[in-house]
């Protein structure tokens, strides 16, 4: 296992992280569960990445209950706040009652008196940035995270929280948590830059685009029984972002060049997004040990500048950012 600074901070984290969204504590059960965080940990994963919305918080009861045999110092733990985690109106955003609140939460149904990492979820424009920054600092303070970050924030949100922090005799922000894939790199053009000059580390998630980048989805044919785009439990992302011929046709085109070097779709997916030095850690989501120890080789993959600029063909650049 390689492991990798977050950004101009000290901690390290292992380059292949363990997710639980749509997995551990949801489709998967405890025993599978417990079987990927045995492999995870044994392979040299330290990094394991939930949020209290995954399963309603059922994700971070099974992870915790997952990790509970290994020593806390050897984990670096991530979760999340923001999405709605009951149906008052604090129960969601980013004010500082529903931060302190999910936060206690968190740690209790994973058992652990800190979490390494506590993030954003994602913006929101109802709570002032003064008062999120304030919340994290004060629950850094308190011993209860050690590093904050934010998850699908746009690059100016992103300058101007550190600002705010700067401001306020406050730490700044860590760690970002964007979507990056071949199929979305919308994060080079302008995040990964600045989080390059903000000294942030990057984790990233989604780095098969759901599924459609193993090419397991053919042009032409429905989605196969027993996928996930095929389960309606867990098929939104993919159907909206990704479900299209072009992109089905483009991922037989990735299977070929992945079978030219020998290696699986999903080793070749996951391995170039490490090939980007912004990149701390990819998020794996898998759903079984097979899976997971089939993404692990991909720390060993070493892409050649050929099959590079081949990729970059199939799934150039996009021209334009997103707006949000």
Same mark, same amino acid.
């Given at each position: ?11 390290? @984290?292992?380059?292949? #992280? ?38 309603? #918080? ?5 992870? #915790? ?10 984990? @670096?733990? +991530?979760? !999340? ?25 968190? =740690? ?22 003064? *008062? ?35 401001? +306020? ?13 071949? +199929? ?5 053009? =302008? ?12 984790? @990233? ?14 042009? #032409? ?10 389960? *309606? ?5 993919? !159907? ?5 011929? *072009? ?36 998020? =794996? ?15 060993? =993959? ?23």
């Amino acid at each position: 296992m390689e492991y990798r600074c977050l950004g101009k901070w000290g901690v390290k @984290v292992s380059c292949l #992280g363990l997710g639980t969204y749509l997995t551990i504590g949801f489709t998967s059960d405890e025993r599978t569960s417990r079987a990927m965080v045995k492999t995870a940990y044994e392979n040299g994963v330290n990094y394991f990445d939930t949020a209290n919305v995954y399963a309603r #918080g059922d994700a971070e009861r099974a992870l #915790g209950k997952c990790l509970a045999d290994y020593a806390r110092s050897e984990l @670096v733990i +991530l979760s !999340k706040v923001w999405a709605p985690m009951g149906d008052g109106p604090n129960d969601c955003g980013l004010s500082a009652k529903h931060i302190r609140e999910q936060c206690d939460a968190s =740690l209790r149904r994973l058992g652990m008196d800190y979490v390494d990492i506590y993030m954003c979820h994602r913006p929101d424009a109802g709570a002032p940035l003064e *008062e999120t920054v304030r919340a994290m600092e004060d629950l850094a303070r308190a011993g209860k995270i050690l590093y904050w970050g934010v998850s699908e924030w746009p690059a100016p949100l992103i300058v101007k929280a550190n600002a705010v922090a700067c401001d +306020l005799g406050a730490r700044p922000i860590a760690v970002s948590q964007p979507r990056y894939s071949l +199929l979305y790199r919308y994060p080079e053009e =302008l995040l990964f830059p600045t989080t390059s000059d903000e000294g942030i580390g990057n984790v @990233v998630f989604s780095p098969l685009a759901h599924g459609m980048l193993t090419g397991k989805y053919k042009p #032409g044919q429905d989605a196969p029984a027993g996928t996930r785009a095929a389960d *309606e439990r867990q098929n939104t992302v993919i !159907k909206t972002m990704y479900w299209t011929e *072009e992109y089905k046709v483009a991922a037989q085109r990735f299977v070929e060049i992945a079978d030219g070097l020998g290696v699986g779709a999903a080793e070749l997916a996951i391995a170039w997004c490490l090939t980007n030095h912004n990149v701390a850690s990819v998020i =794996l989501g898998t759903s079984s040990v097979a899976q997971l120890e089939q993404n692990l080789k991909a720390v060993d =993959l070493r892409i050649p500048a050929k099959v590079r600029h081949q990729l970059d063909e199939l799934f150039p650049r996009p021209a334009t950012v997103p707006q949000v």
